[in-house]
């Protein structure tokens, strides 16, 4: 893999659910270091693609390849390729019966065997690259919502993943610990080199610090540039999303429901 080969290259991609696509006529090639903000309505998809991301679904058509490798449809080689990706779901999914730090080890316990102390070590500068170290023998439940999202992203961080994909970080977060989430993952693509998808529909707060955005509404990619040309977009289902208007061509309330409305 060369320096600029694309950290994901879709192509032709449909993406569908027993019989009913729900997305279609996907290309896609994002490049190292970009921060990629993926954006639409509820139910547009937008897990969807990230679930192809990952391997978890297989595309009904064309292909998925991610950080310079066809998607492998399983087995040991799907694990493999998903170790280089760092995933922070909606929810944060720590162990509440663990403290912070053993929350961060566990990947590094179950994919390596590192000896202890270097463990420690490793966790100790993910949380440190969090804000985090003095919450070290903390429990989540001690955390308030942006410390425990925060441990989350060091917890998806442990393996240093090469791409990061963060499924609605800002979920449950006030304006402030929005703030601050976002701007970590801006810092840390930065600073580790890594390349990041952030899917949200929190437009406002994740714009900012985006080089790319994509909107997604009625089964496909219906808008992919830069966040300044997103603003000046006069395509209707844009406008429609960023005014979070209720009429308009992007059908809020009968797309998720209404059999073969995507396909
Ligand atoms: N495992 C599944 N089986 C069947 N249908 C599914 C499954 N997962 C998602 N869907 C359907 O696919 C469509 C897209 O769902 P998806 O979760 O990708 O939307 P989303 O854009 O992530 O929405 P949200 O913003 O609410 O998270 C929805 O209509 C949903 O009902
Ligand atoms: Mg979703």
Not at 113 to 129: F, G, N, Q, S, T
Not at 198 to 223: Q, S
């Amino acid at each position: 893999m060369t320096q600029t080969s694309p950290i994901v290259a879709l192509r032709g991609l449909r993406l569908a659910r027993g019989e009913r696509t729900i997305l279609r006529d996907v290309d896609l090639l994002v490049e190292p270091g970009q921060v990629v903000a993926v954006l639409g309505p509820s139910g547009c998809g937008k897990s969807t693609l990230m679930a192809a991301l990952t391997g978890e679904l297989a595309p009904a058509d064309g292909s998925v390849e991610v950080l310079g490798r066809p998607m492998p449809r399983g087995g040991r080689e799907l694990l493999e390729l998903r170790r280089g990706i760092g995933v922070l779901l909606q929810g944060n999914g720590l162990l509440t019966d663990l403290t912070v730090a053993e929350n961060v080890a566990l990947p590094l316990r179950t994919h390596t065997d590192l000896p202890d102390a270097v463990i420690r070590r490793l966790v100790e500068m993910k949380l440190h690259a969090v804000g985090l170290r003095a919450a070290a023998d903390a429990y989540p439940r001690e955390l308030s919502g942006g410390m425990a999202r925060r441990v989350a992203l060091a917890r998806a961080l442990a393996l240093d993943p090469p791409l990061m994909i963060y499924d609605e970080p800002l979920t449950g977060l006030d304006p402030i610990a929005s703030g601050v989430v976002m701007s970590l993952v801006r810092r840390l693509n930065d600073t580790l080199g890594l390349t990041s998808i952030v899917v949200t529909h929190h437009v406002h707060e994740t714009l900012p610090v985006a080089d790319r955005a994509l909107v997604i509404a009625n089964g496909r990619i219906v808008f992919a540039g830069t966040p300044a040309e997103l603003e000046k977009s006069d395509d209707p289902f844009v406008q429609q999303f960023l005014r979070g208007a209720p009429d308009g061509p992007i059908a809020f309330d009968a797309a998720p429901r209404v059999a073969g409305a995507a396909a």
